[in-house]
T-cell receptor, first 116, second 114 residues
């Protein structure tokens, strides 16, 4: 059965610290997609990244980086030198290609608080 | 990425009434989704709304309670019927790229039922 687990409910860090948000997924599909979204207090979900199951290359975008490891079914998200504006709820999501539905399975989210 | 707008952005409604939420996209898209996000919770998919077919509802959601229309490739509505305080949530629509699987979300409608 498909599932996305974000075990960290809430994380607090001081500004400029690095922080890693964990995401562990379960799927039987060989082709799937993983995503990260940011939901700031305004409520809108902001797309951050998509990763295909056949592409394990890690990615860096500015202060953001993602570590995809199929061996451990994890897709972790690291923010380097965190800033107050990074405070938000972050969601990891999975979409399975075989279903043909394009539906997402969302994790429960991790609330990140960056303190000045 | 698509630009998505929702109306209303928020509303306070009396129990027993209905509210229709509109979702407008700036480009033609095949796949649209409606989600509910209860306070402090993750997103739960209500239904998939594809143009030209009936909406497909997820377990726990029924058409009588959440009727959906999808008259064209840029527009959809979700109605929350016979509302109760338990329906107080954020309702979001999203659209999917069929080649990329990415979903882009509207700003959401914050509904409070009193």
């Amino acid at each position: 059965a498909q599932k996305v687990t974000q075990a960290q409910t809430e994380i607090s860090v001081v500004e400029k610290e690095d922080v890693t948000l964990d995401c562990v997924y379960e799927t039987r599909d060989t082709t799937y997609y993983l995503f990260w979204y940011k939901q700031p207090p305004s409520g809108e979900l902001v797309f951050l990244i998509r990763r295909n199951s056949f592409d394990e290359q890690n990615e860096i975008s500015g202060r953001y980086s993602w570590n995809f490891q199929k061996s451990t079914s994890s897709f972790n998200f690291t923010i380097t030198a965190s800033q107050v504006v990074d405070s938000a709820v972050y969601f990891c999501a999975l979409s399975e290609a075989a279903s043909g539905t394009y539906k997402y399975i969302f994790g429960t989210g991790t609330r990140l608080k960056v303190l000045a | 990425s698509a630009v998505i707008s929702q109306k209303p952005s928020r509303d306070i409604c009396q129990r027993g009434t209905s509210l229709t939420i509109q979702c407008q996209v700036d480009s033609q898209v095949t796949m649209m989704f409606w989600y509910r996000q209860q306070p402090g919770q993750s997103l739960t998919l209500i239904a998939t709304a594809n143009q030209g077919s009936e909406a497909t509802y997820e377990s726990g959601f029924v058409i009588d309670k959440f009727p959906i229309s999808r008259p064209n490739l840029t527009f959809s509505t979700l109605t929350v019927s016979n509302m109760s305080p338990e329906d107080s949530s954020i309702y979001l629509c999203s659209v999917a790229g069929t080649k990329t699987y990415e979903q882009y979300f509207g700003p959401g409608t914050r509904l409070t039922v009193t």
